[in-house]
């Protein structure tokens, strides 16, 4: 069974082995979640541009990613907080509106990053609120997500056991407690 637990905090600094990246396609980390996460793992954001492009392209071998594909890359300066993996994955594009089409986007993009997570051998694996942000998806959508998609991936994981969605703000931290009834 897969825990799934709602906490608030920095996701830069939240102690699980793994964490994932809001990313864009091309993993710019302009800004929002990814900026910070870039900033932090290696100090300067733009180096770790350079080192999540290089990734893709020895993963993926192109220069973008979809809906459900994932790139890896090392924590480095985050490795003092137990973080040992970045996973980064593409949620929808919202600008307010939320519908299937873009919950089916967000599910890939969630269900992508904790096979990626499993396969790594990982037990604890922390989410931002992917999408929430600059994307403009409704947050109350994209924690009904989230506990949807844990839920199902509990039949198939092999070594994650705990699930952490990480609020930033407190408001949106009641919010998504409200949202799933844990309030
Ligand atoms: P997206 O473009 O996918 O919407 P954003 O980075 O704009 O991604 O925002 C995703 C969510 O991450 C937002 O709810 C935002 O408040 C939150 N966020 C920003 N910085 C952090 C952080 N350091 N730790 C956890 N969550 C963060």
Redesign the pocket.
Known sequence: MVSFEIVR????R?PAEAIVN???RYLEHG???????AK?AAGNAREYIRISKEAMREQLGKGSIEHGEVVVTPAMRLEKYGIRYVIHT??P?CGGRWDENKKEKLRKAILGALRKADELGIRSVAF??????????P?EG?VRTFKEVVEGFSTEAMSVERVYL????ER?YRTAVETLGLG
């Open positions: 905090g920095d996701i830069t939240f809001a990313a864009n800004g929002g979640v990814a900026y910070a996460i932090a593409v949620g594009y931002p609120a992917i999408s929430a942000g600059i994307y403009g998806c947050l994209v990480v609020l930033y703000s949106d």
